[in-house]
């Protein structure tokens, strides 16, 4: 039995959703149908006994022991019907005595056949409670008894039972008929729920088929731009995964038009200092082939340039995998940072790459959730920008306080329409095309920045320059480390 019902299970798990759902819908129809068919019938059955038992009492009352000569009947007992009356017609009606022995009266149809429970009344006639059953005749058809204890009215005569009995023919028919209308009715009423369940699961399933059409479309042609209608008031269970699809897609298609974008753009940026690369060790190559050797100068200008090309590829190479690295590898390496330390840590290095300008700090404390590397190389790239555009002998101010750190240099600053792009991927401005960079250290900052809940500014600084705003959500003390006991 077990194997049977987990061989069922196998199947029925392996069928589609639609046809699940229509057998699910279908049984559950058929056992609603099935207990109210069932429950009908029941009633319906004892309705019609309680018309068969009223009917039984009205005959008693029409010739009952007060009315009939029970007695006379008892003393000519005879088993034989009559039926000479129109009083009983098609009804039994019979004293039984204490020993079983049938005494008809001339109007029964025929004998009963009798049982102890008829003879338990005779036994009991003290009480004159009487009892209905479901019993047969002689000739084994099925009719419906009632038994009322005797008393003897006469010296010599026993105690008796009164049995009248009708037949159930006519009753069992209607029960019948009744079994297979409920019958036909519950066949048709589970045919109908199945297909109903059918219908209703591919009417409910049609987004799922076209969720399942869109991602076989996706994974056969790579096309994301494919959208799966929505309504917009719903918000059933298909309508959020369509919705979630949707995102997920659309996703999708930036993510990998920001890597098309990034490629190009690395292609484009890697493209002109590999140029000047090759272009030099070609002339150093073609010097030492053909014997003809460069001057002293010219070859240490040479030699510069190229390291100076190997420094700026290696810079974007960092930069293209910071930029690359995806949320997740991110999330690993997020902890507490003191801000203050970082920047401190990134001063430090600022003032060996401006030696000849001043740079003033004041920072305060303040903790952070971010990654310790990023985090400092996004501040560093701020430091650079002001060191790169500062004037020789310039000042850089720097300072943190509540979280706010602002680095303000007097350069020549950012024109206004140059503003909106200065956080782009390879964007730099056209003044600043001969100086060292990428173009990508703003755009490493913003992104770092935003991973870490904050937000970066640059703008005008009165009196000439330009200031740079981060703002970091935080604390001024760093939270005690997990685990440990609360202070008292």
Known sequence: MKKVLHRFLHRFRTLPIRSRLAMLVAAAVAFAVAAVSVTCWFIVQGKLYEQVDS??????????????NIDAVVLNCTQTPQNNSNDFRNTYSQVVKADGTVCLFPSSVGVVKVTKADKDVIKNASTGEGIY????????????????????????????????????????????????????????????????????ARAGLRPIDKLTEAVEHVARTEDLAIRIPV????????????????SMTTSLANSRELQQQLIADAGHELRTPLTSLRTNVELLTRSEETGRPIPPADRKALLASVKAQMTELASLIG???????SEGQRGERVQVVSLQDTVEAALRRARLRGPELTITADVQPWYVQSEPSALERAVVNILDNA?????????IEVQLTRGVLTVRDHGPGIPAEELPHVFDRFWRSPSARALP??????????????????????????????VATVRIPGAPTAPPPEGSAPSR
């Open 387 to 395: 060191v790169k555009f500062s004037p020789e002998g310039g000042t």
């Open 231 to 246: 309504e917009e008031d719903s918000d059933d269970e298909v309508a959020r995964l369509s919705r979630s699809f949707n």
């Open 319 to 325: 930069d293209l995998q910071e930029l690359s690295r």
């Open 133 to 200: 059953r479901n019993g047969t005749d002689a000739d084994g058809n099925d009719v419906r008894v009632m038994t009322l204890p005797l008393q003897a009215q006469q010296p010599g005569v026993p105690d008796a039972a009164l049995v009248v009995a009708v037949p159930l023919k006519g009753t069992e028919n209607t029960l019948n008929d009744l079994a297979l209308i409920l019958l036909l009715v519950s066949g048709i009423g589970v045919i109908g729920a199945g297909a109903a369940g059918l219908a209703v």
């Open 437 to 466: 960079g990428s173009g990508l250290g703003l755009s490493i900052v913003a992104r770092t920045v935003q991973q870490a809940g904050g937000e970066v500014t640059l703008a005008h600084a009165r009196g000439g320059g330009t």
């Open 55 to 68: 009917d039984l009492k009205k005959a008693i009352g029409m010739r009952g022991p007060e009315n009939g």
